[in-house]
């Protein structure tokens, strides 16, 4: 009987419950191959709210498939965006996907909107997600005059942050003026608004630089709060204070920490709520001071708090629930309690839910006149409402269909035609968000076609299940039956399992599984089937398992672990400690199937586990040492056993004979076994050879013997701790003489010379003679000519020659052993060749195939077999730069070789030199040597793109001038056509011009550029060209000069990259004077203050740094990897001056390098970093990016960059 599909059937049981996974991503809906005609499918597509960075171009994706392909086209904002009238937008060839070029120029606001894609052809249209497109913003912190806070030891204090606001919104963190960490507890401590909460403030909390930093992750940037000041005083300095300011009555008393029960810095009042999104982290947050520093609890009134999704943050000030659900809606009370009392506040937690797929809509592959739904289920809070789209058009105005019925969140397709092709959006949308589901319609007839690839192999562990896929598409949708075995057996279904993607499931597989199993679709329109074939493997085990062990310190222990496998598996085998991998310690040795451990001390304690893998199964066993003091003295000496005695040789046998012995002390540990050796006086007198070894419990053993052998015996003794020493040899016994027992080994017929037969073989030693006179009997015969055996007996050789044969003809070889007493069994022949010469025929119909200008293949035909003369070694072919088609002067050529093994008959030569010219040959290679060369072939290889120009040096520049020389391309790699130069300036913010293109003939070595700009730096782009293209470019830079004062000698900038940027003024003779003259100033400055101070005078110098200070920044120091690489933007207003390097000092305000080694400076590009009189600065993760030559530079971003801000984490 056939095993046929039944619809819905599933007979999943728990017992294979881990095929779930498998099977779910099996049974998915039906894949339309892409060669059928189908409606278009979005495959991929930018997020809904997509944050850009305005630095960048803006890419916005939208790719589908189709067949046809499909043609796209996008609205913005609700109305049609025409592409093809912007000319920063284009769009990806074959696709939907925008690209926005806002680098060049425009702006990121300019594109803010609302942009939706779809993907159009002959049987439908998709419609993407709406897709928010908005740049990331970075504002600059308000600018505002912070007061210095005084306060009494033991106050509470919160420290506002307050940043800006940005998109997405920033990363707050609290640090001091070197940018070090400020250290948080449960009594300090940051809230999720970014304040800086105090429950109690202590004398060590006085700093001058409580900095507030925002980290704009999106456009890498960070800005400054002002720095805050704050004072703590003790109780006797408060009073000091108010005795200079007001009345004796306002004393405080002597005790400065005054003691108080807590309260909520934050939330407010008893009560609050929180409301957050099902599938987002729930936060909840509650700060409290108090003397002593409150602690803080949380619970969860009428229920518990979820085990594995519960985390507690900030010092458990923060209680957050991962992947929330409307279940976790409730009250939760946070507790703050000290020595004093307890408080509590409630949180009422809502939990919403933006819509979220129950069933989502499927495509659907329907033949005419079949039925069918679509259904579209969704759930949220509140519930979403469910509309239909057709083709990206209201359903309620799209053409009216008449196999169509809505039915809420269902569409009935009725005997549907194949106009009834289209493709329906779902839409699940409440307040929260929304969903959009696109899913087809197509009306097809189609005979069926499997997918899964025809004889696919399938391999199963015995007694474990096996699943056999078998893929299928057709319309209608076709019926699957199984058949196993060429002749079609019965499938019975108390045993096998179909699913409804034609999956069929063996659930126990079992050796009688193995075979051939049939795969048959079948629908009205036709049939296919497919074969897979079933391999079901032995499982592996582990039949020798480690034993748990009990050792002292400092001795040896070891587990074993045999494992058996199928023979057709390799296994591997390793060995954990405790779950992880094995110390990286020399004491710990693993061979084949066991694990040694020396030396063992008490960390070697543990789980030791055998894990035995292949590539099917895996197998393991675990076994515990316990590691033991050793015995306290007095202890008894453990020792290796003392040496066997009084050893006796009975029933002396031809082949056997009777050892017994008496076993020496054991030294306190058992005998494991004996090890027996022999000693032949005869052959190898003074060798001991190993015999055989017996249990530890036994004191005799037979032993088998080998004929015409004088042995001696001697008997060893082990324990846990060693092997003893040897016992005294015994009497001697000299078996009697036999015929050999076995042949020679390792026979072989090689010929040294075209006409002769080397026969070699491996021979017997003096043990495996078994006799006296041992020889060799050789015979031989040609394998494919008489039948007549050719024989001589030789001495105790290894080597006999066979003069005479013909050239490389196959011989059977046999070599037989023989001794006084006969000889040994009949050998079995082996075959061999006389002697190779070299071939007679070369490689015919050589041609070569030119790939490219450095690249060509070859291909011959083979010669003739009997003309080799040898064992075929392959093909070689030698091939020569005859010469080059520019230069036809060399005097030396350089033959190449390149051999192919075997009996290949084409081949490629690679590394070859454009634009030359080449000869060939190919010989055919045997084992003697190489045949005779094929007749020359040339070839010739094409043009190729030259190298870089050799040098390019600029010189004599003058003020509108600039001359560059230059030398040819090494390897011109065909005719040079032409030069061509571009260039462009760069101004003093290292922005880059217009770009100039210059053409140049090819026959020049120098060029004048005039009418450039005086006092101006240029960067050059030079590369030469042939007719295959443009070669690698070599880049230069020069300035032209100043004036006359500034006229740079000639050879300055000449062949190399200038390192300044800028002309060097401190050189120039007004700038030196300038320089004095200001020093002059400030020195009579000095000089008039120090007069009017001794004559007593006040000079508000105080007053005026009070009035104007600007906030100083020391450098960031790398501490706790918070943050990448980051460089400062300067600002080009007044009120953001850039300040001097160095850190806030009372007097001088400078730092010297030992005292601050982690300056920004030192992380930037050797510029002192700049920041705002606000205290703001803007951090890039990464250096300057220098962009392609292009025009103009425009930031989107309010001040403009500063030199490069260091690296900080």
């Known amino acids: 009987m056939q095993l046929k599909i039944m619809p819905k059937k599933k007979r999943l049981s728990a017992g294979r419950a881990p095929l779930m996974l498998f099977l779910c991503q099996m049974i998915s809906a039906l894949e339309v191959p892409l060669d059928l005609v189908q409606p278009p499918t979005i495959t991929q597509q930018s997020p809904k709210d997509y944050i850009i960075d305005p630095r960048e171009n803006i890419v916005i994706q939208c790719e589908a498939k189709g067949k046809p392909s499909p043609s796209f086209s996008w609205t913005r904002n609700g ?57 990331s913003r970075s504002p600059l912190w308000t600018k505002e005059k912070l007061e210095p806070i005084i306060l009494r030891n033991g106050q509470s204090l919160v420290l506002p942050c307050r940043p800006p606001i940005g998109l997405p919104p920033p990363i707050i963190f609290w640090m001091d003026n070197s940018f070090q960490r400020l250290p948080q507890s449960e009594r300090v401590s940051q809230g999720l608004n970014g304040d800086l909460y105090f429950s109690n403030v202590l004398p060590e909390d006085t700093r001058e630089d409580y900095i507030c930093y925002a980290r704009f992750n999106h456009t890498q940037t960070i800005q400054q709060k002002q720095p805050i000041s704050v004072k703590v005083i003790s109780v006797d300095e408060l009073n000091d204070t108010i005795a200079a300011n007001l009345s004796d009555t306002e004393f405080y008393g002597a005790k400065s920490h005054r003691q108080r029960p807590p309260t909520f810095l934050t939330p407010d009042g008893n009560t609050s709520r929180k409301e957050e999104l099902r599938g987002n982290v729930l936060s909840l947050e509650c700060i409290a001071e108090g003397l002593p520093t409150p602690i ?24 957050q629930i991962v992947q929330v ?102 839409n699940a949308s409440n307040e929260y968000g929304y969903l959009l589901a696109n899913a087809f319609v197509n009306v097809l007839a189609e005979p069926p076609r499997i997918l899964t690839s025809a004889n696919t192999l399938y391999q199963v562990i015995a007694n474990r299940p096996a699943l056999l896929d078998c893929a299928f598409f057709g319309s209608p949708l076709p019926t699957i039956e199984w058949f196993k075995g060429a002749k079609g057996s019965a499938l019975r279904e108390d045993i096998y399992v179909l699913h409804e993607n034609g999956t069929l499931e063996i659930p126990v597989a079992q050796k009688d599984s193995t075979g051939t199993y049939t795969c048959v679709a079948r629908n009205k329109l036709g049939m296919a089937n497919n074969d897979v074939h079933l391999e079901i493997k032995d499982p592996t085990r582990i039949i020798k398992q480690p034993e748990y062990a009990v050792v002292q310190r400092g001795s040896t222990v070891s587990f074993e672990c045999k494992v058996k496998h199928d023979h057709t598996l390799i296994p591997t085998v390793m060995w954990l400690k405790d779950h992880g991998e094995l110390p990286n310690d020399g004491r710990f040795t693993v061979d084949k199937d066991r694990l040694v451990v020396a030396d063992v001390n008490d960390d070697d304690g543990g789980t030791y586990t055998c894990v035995a893998n292949t590539t099917l199964d895996n197998v393991s066993a675990s076994a515990v040492l316990s590691v033991v003091a050793p015995t306290p003295t007095p202890a008894p000496i453990y020792d290796v056993p003392n040496p066997p005695f009084d050893l006796e040789l009975t029933d002396q046998l031809d082949r056997s004979v009777q050892l017994s012995w008496t076993p020496g002390d054991d030294n306190n540990s058992p005998i494991t076994k004996f090890i027996i050796e022999y000693e032949d006086a005869m052959h190898e007198p003074g060798l001991w050879h190993h015999q055989t070894e017996v249990p530890g419990t036994q004191t005799t053993a037979q032993l088998k013997l080998s004929p015409y052998v004088n042995y001696s015996f001697r008997v060893m003794a082990e324990n846990n701790l060693g092997r003893s020493l040897p016992s005294e040899a015994s009497e001697q016994y000299l078996t009697k003489a036999a015929e050999p027992d076995k042949n020679p080994t390792a026979v072989e017929g090689l010929g040294s010379e075209p006409d002769n037969l080397v026969i070699t073989w491996k021979p017997l030693n003096g043990f495996e003679s078994n006799g006296p006179g041992l020889q060799y009997k050789v015979s031989w015969r040609q394998k494919d000519g008489d039948d007549e055996w050719t024989s001589v007996v030789v001495a105790n050789v290894s080597k006999y020659i066979v003069s005479g044969t013909p050239t490389f003809v196959p011989y059977l070889i046999k070599v037989q052993a023989l001794n006084d007493a006969g000889f040994a069994p009949e050998p079995a022949a082996v075959m061999g060749h006389s002697g190779e010469d070299l071939p007679m025929v070369a490689p015919g119909n050589v041609r070569v195939n030119v790939v490219n200008s450095t690249l060509a293949e070859v291909h011959w035909d083979p010669v003739p077999l009997k003309s080799i003369r040898g064992h075929l070694q392959g093909y070689r072919i030698y091939y020569w730069k005859a010469q080059s088609s520019l230069t036809r002067n060399r005097r030396h050529i350089e033959k190449k070789i390149l051999t192919f093994q075997g009996s290949k008959t084409h081949g490629m030569l690679p590394g070859l030199e454009p634009f030359s010219h080449y000869t060939l040959n190919v010989r055919v290679v045997n084992g003697k040597g190489e045949g005779p060369a094929s007749p020359d072939k040339v070839f010739n290889t094409p043009e190729g793109v030259p190298s870089a120009p050799s040098s390019l040096k600029i010189v004599n520049p003058t003020l ?11 390897h011109p790699n065909g005719i040079l056509t032409e030069y061509t130069l571009k260039y462009q300036p760069i101004n003093s913010t290292h922005e880059l011009g217009p770009l100039v293109d210059l053409k140049i003939p090819a026959n020049k070595t120098r060029w004048i550029l005039k009418n450039l700009n005086f006092s101006t730096r240029y960067k050059f782009y030079f590369y030469a060209q042939t007719a295959a293209g443009s070669g690698i470019q070599i880049t230069e830079e020069a300035i032209t000069t100043v004036d006359e004062a500034g006229i740079l000698p000639p050879d300055v900038g000449a062949g190399k990259a200038m390192a300044s940027r800028q002309v060097d003024i401190a050189t120039q003779g007004w700038f030196i004077g300038l320089m004095c ?48 690489e980051y460089r400062s ?17 009372p007097s001088d305000r400078t730092v010297k390098k030992e005292d601050s080694d982690d300056s920004l400076v030192d992380y930037g590009e050797g510029v002192n970093g700049q920041f705002n009189e606000d205290g703001s600065f803007i951090g890039q993760y990464s250096g300057k990016k220098e962009k392609e030559p292009a025009e103009g530079n425009e930031s989107s971003e309010a001040p403009s960059p500063v030199n490069a801000m260091n690296s900080f984490v």
């Open 960 to 970: 509108d001038s600039l001359t560059l020389e230059w030398e040819p391309p090494s």
């Open 325 to 426: 659900t409307e279940a976790d809606s409730g009250n939760y009370q946070c507790i703050a309690k000290n020595a004093l009392g307890a408080i509590h506040h409630t949180i009422s937690v809502t939990v919403k839910a933006a819509p979220y797929w129950i069933i989502a809509p499927q495509n659907l592959v329907l033949s005419p006149e079949e039925d069918g739904t679509l259904i579209c289920r969704a759930n949220g809070n509140p519930k979403p409402r469910i509309s239909w789209l057709s083709n990206g058009v209201p359903i309620e105005i799209a053409p009216d269909d008449p196999s169509r019925k809505i039915d809420g969140d269902t569409i009935i397709f009725s005997k549907v035609q194949e106009r009834s092709s289209a493709v329906y959006q779902c």
């Open 1129 to 1145: 933007l300067e600002s080009d207003a007044e009120d953001h001056k850039p300040l001097k390097k160095g850190s806030r000092t």
């Open 1077 to 1124: 003259a200001v020093a002059l100033l400030i020195l009579i400055l000095l000089i008039v203050c120090f007069i009017r101070r001794n004559k007593g005078g006040k000079y508000p110098v105080k007053e005026k740094e009070d009035a104007h200070a600007d906030p100083e920044i020391q450098p960031m120091k790398e501490d706790d990897g918070t943050f990448g």
């Open 296 to 319: 803080i609890y949380w619970i969860k009134e009428d229920g518990t708090l979820p085990i594995n999704r519960t985390f507690y943050r900030n010092f458990k000030k923060t209680l």
């Open 79 to 135: 109305t049609h965006f025409d592409i093809d009238k912007d000319p920063l937008v284009t769009m990806k060839p074959g696709s939907g996907t925008l690209t926005i070029n806002i680098m060049s120029e425009g702006k990121a606001e300019t594109y803010e909107g609302v942009y939706q894609c779809t993907a159009r052809n002959e049987r439908g249209a998709a419609i993407s997600n709406n897709i928010v497109i908005r740049p």
